[in-house]
């Protein structure tokens, strides 16, 4: 027999798409069971169900509420952005320890009615030690009637007309004690030896005379100056005093020359008044400072309290300063005795003031918004379900 050739058979025809009435078989389901198994494992997992659209009712009373919640959500935003850009200041007191760094001085005065060839500028410590020489740095600067400077050589305009009275006032005191001088020295005969003792008085008086008219001559000629005093100044961290008076070696020549005491008009300008570097927001109360004598003179007296500052901020070095705060008393030429000046009494407390700038962090920031957010519509929720109950209750319908 002739072997049989197999016969070729037709490829099976795919299996027809379920149609839609008909569930897919068994096979087709296993796969798409295993796929959704994690799907509703996560929806399991979730905390805030949805409902459908027909379920969910919307009220006037919730639309009240809700503008009212973004309202109230937009203002606690703004001040929470306004904390965070803008930091807040964080003030503490401690016992000072820092007393080996020096109290430093900034003083800038005016007086517009004193030259300064009278004027005399006095710094001492508790122990009545003078300071200035010791390395401080004080400047005068004459000024003319309308306040402008003027060089150390030039009379101020305004001047011109004193310049011959002083001259005339200087040439009859050189007459009067060149004249008081030879009768003086002419000692009578018989005087026996009180001639020698006369001639030692009259070589100790001329001298002074001399002097004395060369100062007034002096005060004469810068009569209708003012004076400006800038001071900076390194001190002991103790209590002391400075002062601008009348140059003591001048005293009596000023007083010869005004006439008197009363006269002596110190009426000053204090444009500033620091002991310390400045930081943001610190206020020197004695800054701006003017005291403007219209009629006679008197002593002015100023007591400050120091107070050790420390004003730290986030990239920057801290600042070592001093606050301070004044009390002034002012006696008149005809109630005191003393010299007409202005004196500055000083002393330091044993309590430091420490300022601190926090700053919020990024995190602290966020974190605020999301509290706001979610407390305000979580109360808003209730607030809004409180309503609507009530609002039901009472008239089935009107709150729709």
Known sequence: ??????????????????SPGHPPSREAARPRAAMDKPALALKALDVFPKTVAEFRQKTVGGGVVSIACLCIVAALTLGELYGFVAPRTEERLYVDTSRNRPLPIYLDVTFPALPCSVLQFELRDVSGNELVAQGNDVVKQRLDRNGRPISAEALPKGNDLL?????????????????????????????????PLLAEILSQLLPQLQDDTQAMEEVRSHLGEGCHITATLSVNKVAGNFNVAIDRDDERAVLRVFGDRSHVNMSHVIKRLAFGPSYPGMVNPMSGLEKVIHEGSGYFQYHLKVVPTVYEARRQRAVYTHQYAFTEIFRT????????????????????????????????????????????????????????????SRAPGLGD
Request: hydrophobic share 40%.
């Open 333 to 392: 030429a005809a109630r005191s005795d003393r010299t007409p000046a202005v004196h500055f009494n000083y002393e330091l407390s044993a309590i430091m003031a420490r300022f601190t700038k926090v700053e919020q962090g990024l995190g602290a920031f966020l974190t605020g918004l999301c509290a706001i957010v979610g407390g305000v519509f979580t109360l808003a929720g209730i607030v809004d379900a409180v309503i609507y109950r009530a609002t039901a």
């Open 163 to 195: 310049r011959p009275l002083a001259d005339k006032a200087a040439q009859g005191s050189a007459r009067h004690v060149h004249r008081a001088g030879r009768g003086l020295a002419e000692v009578p005969k018989g005087a026996g030896d009180a001639g």
């Open 1 to 18: 027999r002739s072997p049989r050739t197999p016969v070729p058979r037709a490829p099976a025809a795919p299996s027809p798409p379920p």
